[in-house]
């Protein structure tokens, strides 16, 4: 049972957008920034968005996050074959002093 | 740019000790600015943390495995290590090490124990 709150399963068709929601509580999200990860099939996760909203040098701007209270949500605009992957969104807890995981997201490109 | 690379046996044997080192490259384990965290993913499921240490040594794990778990750092050898005690098949899994608490990037490519006798 993890402690943020992800759907299983996304999909979508190529050149929609689609968007993955993650949610909290207040020792969590509803008080620390997100970032969120992309996991490819046979490897490591990526950090691919931070502080919320924030994209590391190299990710699309097609992925985009965003944050509200004690949720957080991953926006994937002009979805491409290659986005099928895991998702994980993350953030600091307090209680724990420590960082805490979604359950992961697979997103389907139909 | 900074690379992690983990090390160590793919096979324990269970109630023995998991043992891994994470070698850093590229970069400084005694860098002020990083914590170095250790992560694990069971086959087939999510992300899990484990712990994480700083330059320093201080240290915190997840209360779930805090009274199995050791991280250590060796500045000399520009890497930080993992033992895991009394090991059950439960603890099969891909481990990785990152940088950083929460933040975590770069990560390593992982590697696979598996508790088995």
């Known amino acids: 049972q993890s402690v943020l709150t992800q759907p299983p399963s996304a999909s979508g068709t190529p050149g929609q957008r689609v968007t993955i929601s993650c949610s909290g509580s207040?020792?969590?999200?509803?008080?620390?920034?997100v970032n969120w990860y992309q996991q490819l099939p046979g490897t490591a996760p990526k950090l691919l968005i931070y502080?919320?909203?924030q994209r590391p040098s190299g990710v699309p701007d097609r992925f985009s996050g965003s944050k509200s209270g004690t949720s957080a949500s991953l926006a994937i605009s002009g979805l491409q074959s290659e986005d099928e992957a895991d998702y994980y969104c993350?953030?600091?807890?307090?209680?724990?002093?420590?960082?805490?995981f979604g359950g992961g997201t697979k997103l389907t490109v139909l | 740019q900074v690379q992690l690379q983990e090390s160590g046996p793919g096979l324990v044997k269970p109630s023995e000790t998991l043992s891994l080192t994470c070698t850093v490259s590229?970069?400084?384990?005694?860098?002020?600015?990083?914590?170095w965290s250790w992560i694990r993913q069971p086959p087939g499921k999510g992300l899990e943390w484990i712990g994480y240490?700083?330059?320093?040594?201080?240290?915190n794990y997840n209360p779930s495995l805090k009274s199995r778990v050791t991280i250590s750092v060796d500045t000399s050898k520009n890497q930080f290590s993992l033992k895991l005690s009394s090991v059950t098949a439960a603890d099969t899994a891909v481990y990785y090490c990152?940088?950083?608490?929460?933040?975590?990037?770069?990560w390593g490519q992982g590697t696979l124990v598996t508790v088995s006798s």
């Open positions: 207040s020792s969590n999200i509803g008080s620390n920034t």
């Open positions: 990152a940088r950083d608490g929460v933040r975590l990037d770069p």
């Open positions: 993350a953030a600091w807890d307090d209680s724990l002093n420590g960082p805490v």
């Open positions: 240490i700083y330059y320093s040594g201080s240290t």
């Open positions: 502080r919320n909203n």
């Open positions: 590229g970069g400084s384990v005694s860098s002020g600015s990083y914590y």
